[in-house]
């Protein structure tokens, strides 16, 4: 499996992204970086941070508009500011190509409303269908991919849920703009992860993951499988089941534990989880899942349990 970290783990405590590199060649089984752009590649020489990447790979970008776009990033009122969101993930695109990454994420914090009369809702789907649809041609070689969150920054988001992602992936009608599903973000919108992560996986539209853990009504951001096991365990048997290959980042926030110790925490769960899943067979489950019964499924999971 290919595992990466949350930079912004060591960052917020005051350490710089070559730091983070350092910590994570020491992990066991950390294979990708994926940086946030611009805020983990501006201020550094592109060259220097190739250099220390290896032997690592770089999986991708996840772009960050931040405060400056607070009343939208694609769907920004003010054209100026709305032109400079599409260019911040066009030049994403050229920097993750130049370290060999593969895949830009966008998650659209600031397009959102709060208020009701707040937005025209089918001028401002248009501009995301648009905007998505330029970066998505600009960089046909890398994978554009969207991470729904339903809510946070704004009261609603507008690409808020699995079903919503979906949809935007038809409209947009571009092969490579597909989605990454964040496991918090689902259980924040009472989407059952393991239904999107199927939906999305079994028409090549998952690019990405973002692993964590939460009770569903904040991203809390917790350690992969210590609050939801048997939701985790389903997830995981349907990523085997459709044979993902892409990376697996874990998405946590190591606010009082010890950032490397909780990075690696994750990587053990995650291997201990799916360790349960191969044991138990991807076809013998299957074979339960096409029972459509709750007893079989209950037994399956306190099977994995043992
Ligand atoms: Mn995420």
């Given amino acids: 499996m290919n595992y990466a970290g949350r930079f912004n783990s060591f960052i917020f405590k005051g350490q710089n992204v070559f730091d983070a590199i350092e910590a994570y060649k020491h992990m066991d089984g950390i294979t990708h970086l994926e940086f946030n752009y611009p805020e983990h590649i501006a201020g550094y020489d592109l060259e220097e941070l190739k250099k220390a990447i290896s032997p690592l790979k770089v999986n991708g970008l996840a772009v960050r508009w931040r405060k400056e776009w607070l009343d939208g990033d694609f769907t920004n009122p003010n054209e100026e500011l709305r032109r400079r969101a599409i260019q911040m993930a066009r030049d994403a695109a050229d920097v993750c190509r130049e370290l060999g990454g593969s895949v830009i994420t966008l998650w659209f914090e600031n397009d959102g409303f709060d208020y009701p009369f707040q937005m025209d809702y089918e001028k401002c789907w248009g501009q995301l269908v648009d905007g998505l649809r330029e970066v998505a041609d600009y960089a046909p070689d890398l994978k554009i991919s969207i991470e729904y969150k339903p809510y946070e920054e704004r009261d609603f988001a507008m690409v808020d849920s699995a079903g919503m992602t979906l949809y935007l992936i038809r409209e947009v ?22 239904y999107g ?5 079994s028409s090549g ?30 997830f995981i048997y349907y990523l085997e089941r459709y044979h993902y290959d892409g990376v697996v980042f874990f998405d946590t926030f190591p606010i009082r534990e010890e950032s490397k110790a909780e990075c690696q925490a994750n990587i ?18 299957s074979q ?14 306190f099977s994995m349990l043992r």
């Fill in 173 to 194: 009608d571009r092969p490579n703009v597909g989605c990454t599903l964040d496991f918090c973000h689902m259980l924040m919108k009472h989407d059952n992860p393991a």
């Fill in 197 to 201: 992560l199927a939906l999305a996986a």
């Fill in 205 to 234: 539209k998952l690019f990405g993951l973002h692993m964590n853990d939460g009770y569903g009504w904040k991203d809390s951001g917790l350690i992969f499988g210590t609050v939801n096991f048997s939701q985790s365990a389903e």
């Fill in 268 to 285: 053990d769960a995650f291997e201990l989880i799916r360790s349960k899943v191969e044991r138990e067979g991807v076809e013998n489950i």
């Fill in 288 to 301: 339960v899942v096409s029972k459509h019964d709750g007893i079989s499924a209950q037994k399956l999971i």
